[in-house]
């Protein structure tokens, strides 16, 4: 918990060990053990064993979600999932290499499109969505850790660059039915969509094309600024990613 107490070197070697643990196969009682416990009291797993906040998206060939456990990767299988899409980029948690090992075993394609939840998206990023999207083998289900963020943004450029929906009514994704606070530093999120309804859509541009030609991610950064005590509440109580 006094982790952002330490110096930027230490935070950072000590993550690197997190990931180079985690990045190895799960081998021996010991090891399952472990991960299993990382995932369900560092990661906060034990509350998504209860509510994964699960949802289905657009047309319905691809679930939102929350990062899931082994058994809900199977849940996910039996509803005809073929693919798990991580947003999530990190690998620090025993969540990775027990979802590695349950996408294997029940011969689900893991692939990954990292994004971020609290900075202004990138260009490349989004400009790289819909080559992404397209090359999905659906049915899928994209996850982040708690399917509030991440998760929303992700359904939201489905929508906009797979399933055509209008951005207006994609960055319905990004609300607090799902967990999402824009009030917060995730609220980065809506200010971007905002910023081209605003001063895209309203000139005739057309979503990528503002992207690609006049969207500013260091001027959204800078005009940007989330509430305390939203801010409060997900990163000191919450603890999102």
């Known amino acids: 918990m006094f982790n952002r107490f330490l110096p930027p070197e230490t935070r950072y070697a000590r993550r690197m060990a997190r990931i180079a643990k985690f990045e190895r196969p799960i081998v021996g009682t010991l090891s399952r053990a472990g991960a299993w416990a990382n995932m369900l009291l560092v990661d906060h797993g034990v509350f998504r064993l209860a509510y994964l906040n699960r949802h289905r998206v657009g047309s319905g060939i691809i679930w939102r ?5 082994p058994h809900q990767l199977a849940w996910f299988k039996r509803q005809g999932v073929r693919s798990v899409i991580s947003l999530r980029g990190g690998r620090e948690h025993g969540s990775w290499p027990l979802q590695r090992e349950a996408c294997e075993r029940q011969g689900l394609k893991l692939v990954e499109f990292v994004l971020r939840s609290r900075e202004a998206p990138a260009k490349e990023t989004i400009l790289a969505a819909k080559d992404f999207f397209a090359g999905v083998e659906y049915p899928a289900v994209m996850h982040c850790k708690s399917g509030a963020d991440r998760a929303g943004l992700g359904a939201a450029l489905f929508l906009i660059l797979h399933e055509g929906v209008s951005v207006r009514e994609a960055a319905a994704q990004l609300s607090p039915r799902y967990g999402h606070f824009r009030f917060a530093k995730t609220g980065i999120l809506d200010a971007f969509f905002a910023t081209y309804l605003r001063e895209g859509e309203a000139r005739g541009r057309s979503f990528l094309d503002w992207v690609e030609h ?11 600024r989330p509430g305390f005590w939203s801010d409060l509440v997900v990163d000191r109580v919450i603890k999102r990613e």
Do not use: M, T
């Open 65 to 69: 979600s929350a990062q899931p456990s």
């Open 214 to 224: 006049d969207y500013d991610p260091e001027a959204l950064k800078r005009d940007f």
